[in-house]
């Protein structure tokens, strides 16, 4: 899980690039949006993701998770929140206000991406922790082979 996440980050930095390149080299608003609505549609999928699969699956292992991952939810209301601000600023032709959002958009989330890197790295870490210490043979017995 912590790969697949990872993964959905660097396509996520890509779109976030491409919807930036597009807004800046400004000479096609209409493929400014196409970009910025490509980038709407996989950031909503992966917070979706995160929210209804990947985070449930890491609370049922880890309740001591809990606090970070609402936090990481309340993250995702706000961002939800920009890109709809960034939509309704590219509907009225706000181009240098709707660059300006995406921009702090661009960098508050790869914060959050890290933040969560961090999370699941920590996760991975108590788990391999957690089987090092899970009971084996008691000492002196080895294990049966037949010849
Ligand atoms: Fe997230
Ligand atoms: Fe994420």
Redesign the pocket.
Known sequence: MTTK?AE??RA?DKLFATALDQLEAGDSECQARVAFDVLGEALES??GA?ESL?FPTIWALRPEFKDRLRA?IRAHHHFRGLIQEIAGLLDCQEMEEAMHVLRSLKHEFGR??GA?EDALRSLDEHILEAESHSPGLPDGCEPTHYR
Do not use: D, G, K, S
Request: proline share 0%; hydrophobic share 35%; glycine share 0%.
């Open positions: 996440i959905e980050h996520l992966h917070l995160e990947y990481f959050h991406e969560e």
